[in-house]
T-cell receptor, first 109, second 110 residues
């Protein structure tokens, strides 16, 4: 099956800093999605991004499908951005998500 | 935005007991899933359900587990004879391009 790796595993930043999270996947995928897991454990879908770039407020994501990676950018970090960020690659055919190991982001006031 | 709803939010059960986790998926979505997340680990696929039958299951999803859609709206995961290692957060999800996850059920087996 598809292997999904994320880096870095942990990231600690001051409030206001910018960050880039990376997701590499081992095979061609139907699409790539980014999630934020908040302190209560909820998985919030941030982006559905098979290719190209999307922006939503301070967050943006880019997927380069031909090179099998995706990036999540967070600008002007806030403490509420803290949590674990997962990317998930989606197979062709059955829409199954294969999750990466996550990046734990901690924003310090 | 449409929501996937899961109940209960927390469940504590004795080892060896059966539990049923419930989900109300988004009504016009076709693919339903259960995922599991052991504390501090990544989210793992358990089973996918399409057209009222299992379309794929992981090696985790053994005879201890079963899924059904009893009434056309609810989607349930049954875990028989629970073990300590079944303690985890269980998520229901539906997909229509974008994936929508429920808020999860935290299962603790004691």
């Amino acid at each position: 099956g598809i292997q999904v790796e994320q880096s870095p595993p942990d990231l600690i930043l001051q409030e206001g800093a910018n960050s880039t999270l990376r997701c590499n996947f081992s095979d061609s995928v139907n699409n790539l999605q980014w999630f934020h897991q908040n302190p209560w454990g909820q998985l919030i879908n941030l982006f559905y991004i098979p290719s190209g770039t999307k922006q939503n407020g301070r967050l943006s994501a880019t997927t380069v499908a031909t090179e099998r990676y995706s990036l999540l950018y967070i600008s002007s970090s806030q403490t509420t951005d803290s949590g674990v960020y997962f990317c998930a690659a989606v197979n062709f055919g059955n829409e199954k998500l294969t999750f990466g190991t996550g990046t734990r982001l901690t924003i310090i006031p | 935005e449409p929501e996937v709803t899961q109940t209960p939010s927390h469940q504590v059960t004795q080892m060896g007991q059966e539990v049923i986790l419930r989900c109300v998926p988004i009504s016009n979505h076709l693919y339903f899933y259960w995922y599991r997340q052991i504390l501090g680990q990544k989210v793992e696929f358990l089973v996918s359900f399409y057209n009222n039958e299992i379309s794929e299951k992981s090696e985790i999803f053994d005879d201890q587990f079963s899924v059904e859609r009893p009434d056309g709206s609810n989607f349930t995961l049954k875990i028989r004879s629970t073990k300590l290692e079944d303690s985890a957060m269980y998520f229901c999800a539906t997909v229509s391009g974008k994936a929508f996850f429920g808020q999860g059920t935290r299962l603790t087996v004691v």
